[in-house]
Structure formats: structure tokens, C-alpha cells
């Protein structure tokens, strides 16, 4: 049974250490991109997937954001490469779409738990976007302190997912080409921030440092059932 691991690197001159996460994205039966790091929570499904590939990481630090480029196996797809790279880009630009429209109506939700509304009114705002809150339909309580709770973490976290993404670029790349492609379709050099275009460089032992441009080597990997 194959693990899920993730690589600490240590620069060798600033000392800095950088996650490598091991990230890989598949996608499924809805035609969605999905995203994962433990092989054996995703290998069934990834093996049978249509278009596959790996994420490389980074950070640029000339316009501070996270970088991941999502690097397409020609390979072991159906599809070909304008096709995959057209099916990639909408499934992520959809995916962030849903995200901050989960967190739109997750704020209209604390409202009316926040006023104290009566329980129906807020179980039918549930089911009519069942698609935002199906583990709070599934586990719906009467408790407003619970309720309250529950809905504060949800907030909470999906205030740093939106974060997370207003502070990551993406970019996709097929394997062995020289270029990357960014979500408005604009062709830029390879290795190269789809934000600002300046040259950057990836979390790997083969890489140089993104903070000062020095050796990086593993100091420890990170094994997670």
C-alpha cells in the first residue's frame, strides 16, 4: 500500500525550508478536476481518469503569490492537448467560482443564525442550496449554539480557502513543452510567474531555492497513512 508523502527541502545557504506536498490531479467521472496527495484515497479512480497529470509548487517572491502549475500527462489521456488544456482551465476557473459563491452564501446563513431566525427558515435556506451545505443538512440540529459553532468554523475556514486562493496563481503546462499557459489563455515562457513573468523556480532537489537562488536538498520526508 502505497503512502502519501510529503518532502521537506532545506536551502543550503538561507536555511529556509520549503513543503513539497506531492500533489497530483485526476479527473473524475463528473468531469471534474480533482486534487490529491495519498495515492491509495485516489489511485482507483485516477487510474481509470481520461487526463492526469502533477502540480508543481512554488512561490514567487517578486509579486508574493503562491504558484501551482498543472502540469497535463499527454500520455495517458484521451484527449488532445487543446482539448485537455481547455477542460483543465474551465474546471478550475468553475472551482474557484464555486468556492466564493459557497462563501457568499455562507455569510446570508450566519445572518439569519446570527438573528436568531426560526429553525424551518433556516433549514429551507439549507435545502435550497444543498450543493453549498450538504454536511450541515446531514447533520442539521435544532441547537442554534451548536448550529452556531458549526457555522463559525465553516466560515472561518472557507474565509482562508478564499484567501488562499486571491493569493494563488495558476498556470498549466504540458509535460515537455516549453511554455506555460495561463487561466485567460495567454502563452508565457516556461518557468516563468503567470502573475508577474519573472523567471521563478519549483520545490525539488533538481531546483534551486525560490527565496535566494541557492542549492536546495531534502531534509526529511513526511509519511502519512
Do not use: W
Not at 529556509?16 to 484515497?41: D, G, M, W
Not at 502540469?71 to 482539448?83: A, M
Not at 468553475?94 to 450566519?110: D, G, N, Q, T, V
Not at 525560490?210 to 531534502?218: A, D, E, K, M
Amino acid at each position: 500500500m502505497q503512502m502519501t508523502h510529503h518532502i521537506i527541502y532545506r536551502c543550503e545557504k538561507c536555511k529556509s525550508k520549503l513543503i513539497s506536498r506531492n500533489l497530483f490531479f485526476y479527473l473524475n467521472y463528473e468531469n471534474e478536476i480533482k486534487v490529491a496527495s495519498s495515492p491509495t484515497l485516489a489511485m482507483e479512480e485516477s487510474k481509470s481518469s481520461s487526463l492526469t497529470g502533477i502540480i508543481k509548487e512554488t512561490f514567487c517572491t517578486n509579486c508574493n503569490k503562491d504558484i501551482q502549475v498543472f502540469e497535463i500527462d499527454l500520455e495517458n489521456s484521451l484527449y488532445s492537448c487543446q482539448d485537455a488544456v481547455d477542460l483543465l482551465k474551465d474546471s478550475l476557473i468553475e472551482r474557484r467560482h464555486f468556492i466564493e459563491e459557497k462563501y457568499k452564501k455562507s455569510l446570508k446563513l450566519h445572518k439569519l443564525i446570527k438573528k436568531r431566525r426560526f429553525v424551518l427558515e433556516i433549514y429551507n435556506f439549507l435545502l435550497e442550496n444543498e450543493r453549498y451545505f450538504k454536511d450541515l443538512i446531514n447533520n442539521f440540529t435544532t441547537d442554534y449554539e451548536l448550529l452556531e459553532d458549526k457555522n463559525y468554523i465553516k466560515l472561518e475556514y472557507l474565509n482562508h480557502l478564499i484567501k488562499t486562493y486571491d493569493k494563488t496563481k495558476y498556470a498549466i503546462s504540458i509535460r515537455n513543452n516549453d511554455f506555460f499557459i495561463s487561466l485567460n489563455d495567454v502563452k508565457i515562457r516556461k518557468n516563468t510567474c503567470p502573475n508577474c513573468l519573472k523567471e521563478i523556480s519549483f520545490i525539488d532537489e533538481n531546483e534551486i531555492c525560490p527565496l535566494c537562488g541557492n542549492r536546495l536538498f531534502i531534509d526529511k520526508v513526511i509519511y502519512i497513512d
